[in-house]
């Protein structure tokens, strides 16, 4: 029998007045019971809506049927089938405009938990693996052919996974110490613990993958040498987009001001999510504002919370509608006490006598019409000057990609704004046998699609060198 209820079953999670002062997992996910009775919604829907709203194609139907039979196991080897990093995308998938946003049982209600369900699975194989026959992964004979990846984000995982799985000899090369890009130096232990990241690439290293640490490609080595030097047949560019960008204002070298990319990487890095027991190698103010409103801005603001800052505000320019973060930690952030300051537009960061940041003046702003975006401009309403007393400020308005690679690398192609030129089908770059991916070529988008990225690339590698 179907659960007709016409909610989601919520997730148990910390209370917001507690977890706002620690760094554990905000939720906590489902037990066994819960995930029985959510599955249960599932109209098992013969034309399957909600795949073709998963950019990795999971079978949301089958694996979910799974969970409602209890048969927790076999539900893992179904999603593990097209997704190599559920117990990620589970937690950080915007699942609202994905899978979920075309579940029938939205139409009249809220759609059917399938990240929550995702996560059940994936967290549910990691506590049994030994029982686990779903996770001993076929994999094809050595095929003698070598295959570089630069990056170890999802996009360069995923696409070194594929092609071990296929017999190629992988070795990823990552500028970092640690690998798994955003999801390791950016998004936060609350929304995503390391230990579950490296496990899922532990997963990866288990198929035969190597990963060189602390090598930077384009300075160590180029690609160029990689090819033609060390006998790589492929390469796989999954190099993200690290760089961030700044409203250009006036006040942005103050101290106390950070890109949001160096404001997280120094929390979950350098281990300022442990405080006490590790010094926190990050100053926070009082009061903080962070300028964005994307899912970076609420992992700022959110940190900072809990770093103790008693004001926090996100400073957005248009409405909560426009705001691209998870729809979630929209939610959890207001419940742990962020201020939003929306239709609001810094205009100035203004410091103290020792250069410190101590104000940042803003101005309040109305939605025009829509822009190239699709989205309403937001315009100046005049005199609608404020200022905000804040310690510490926290841009976080977008990323682009590193130039380090597009200026070694002659004969690649790259749009106007940094991001590599590839193929959307099978990310074939403009230079024989190089392919890119993920955040590198969209710029700054989502875990699901540069795993989907790394995925057609690995498809498209095979093709290549297959028909050598
Ligand atoms: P990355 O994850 O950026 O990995 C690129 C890797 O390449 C890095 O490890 C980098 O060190 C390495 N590298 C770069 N240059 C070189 C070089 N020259 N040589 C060697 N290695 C190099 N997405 C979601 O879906 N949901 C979310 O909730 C979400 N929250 C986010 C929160 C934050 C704070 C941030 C920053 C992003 C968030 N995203 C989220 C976006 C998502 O994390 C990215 O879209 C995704 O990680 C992109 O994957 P990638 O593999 O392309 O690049
Ligand atoms: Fe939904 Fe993401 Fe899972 Fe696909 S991978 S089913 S989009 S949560
Ligand atoms: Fe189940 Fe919703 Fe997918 Fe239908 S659309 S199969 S109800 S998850």
Not at 134 to 148: L, S
Not at 289 to 299: L, R, S
Not at 358 to 383: F, H, N, T, Y
Not at 390 to 405: E, F, H, K, R, W
Request: aromatic share 6%; hydrophobic share 40%; proline share 6%.
């Amino acid at each position: 029998m179907p659960n007709m209820s016409l909610h989601k079953l919520p997730a148990r999670e910390q209370a917001p007045d507690i977890r706002n002062t620690n760094f554990e997992e905000v939720s906590q996910g489902y037990d066994e019971n819960m995930a029985v009775e959510e599955a249960a919604r599932c109209l098992q829907c013969k034309n399957r809506p909600c795949v073709a709203g998963c950019p990795v194609n999971v079978d949301i139907p089958a694996f979910i049927a799974h969970i409602a039979k209890g048969e927790f196991m076999e539900s893992y080897g179904a999603i593990r089938q097209t997704n190599s990093l559920p117990a990620i995308c589970g937690r950080v998938c915007p699942q609202e405009t994905q899978c979920e946003q075309l579940c029938v049982r939205g139409i009249k209600g809220e759609p059917v938990g399938i990240g929550r369900l995702e996560r059940f699975a994936a967290d549910y194989a990691m506590g049994h693996k030994k029982e686990d026959g779903a996770q001993k992964t076929q994999k094809r004979a050595p095929n003698g052919k070598r295959v570089a990846v630069v990056g170890s984000g999802p996009a360069g995982l995923t696409c070194a996974g594929d092609l071990a799985k296929l017999g190629y000899e992988v070795t990823i090369f990552e500028a970092l110490h640690t690998p798994g890009g955003v999801l390791v130096y950016g998004i936060p232990e609350f929304r995503l613990p390391k230990a579950l990241v490296r496990e899922e690439i532990a997963t990866v290293e288990n198929l035969g993958v190597a990963i060189e640490t602390n090598t930077v490609v384009g300075r160590a080595m180029s690609l160029d040498e990689l090819m033609n030097d060390e006998g790589y047949a492929a390469l796989f560019i999954g190099t993200g987009a690290g760089l961030p960008n700044f409203q250009k204002i006036p006040g942005e070298n103050l101290n106390g001001v950070y890109s949001a990319n160096e404001f997280l990487t120094r929390i979950n890095l350098m281990k300022a999510y442990a405080f006490p027991e590790a010094d926190t190698p990050v100053r926070v103010g009082k009061s903080v504002a962070v300028i964005g409103g994307g899912n970076v801005a609420m992992d700022a603001a959110r940190s900072a919370r809990r770093l103790g800052a008693r004001h926090v505000y996100i400073v957005y320019r248009r409405s909560e509608k426009e705001m691209p973060a998870r729809a979630e930690e929209v939610h959890h952030a207001r419940e742990e006490g962020i201020i939003f300051r929306l239709l609001c537009n810094p205009t100035a960061i203004e410091g103290d006598e020792n250069g410190e940041v101590a104000r940042i003046r803003c101005v309040e702003m109305e939605l025009g019409d829509p822009d190239a975006s699709g989205r309403r401009r937001p315009v100046v309403k005049q005199g609608s000057d404020f200022t905000l007393e804040v310690q510490t400020v926290v841009v976080a308005i977008g990323n682009s990609p590193n130039p380090l690679i597009k200026n070694t690398t002659p004969g690649l192609k790259t749009q106007s704004w940094g991001g590599i030129i590839a193929d959307e089908e099978t990310g074939e770059t403009s230079k024989p046998f190089v392919y890119a991916g993920g955040d590198a070529v969209s710029g700054a988008a989502t875990v699901i699609l540069a795993m989907g990225a790394g995925k057609k690339a690995a498809a498209a590698i095979h093709e290549k060198l297959s028909a050598k």
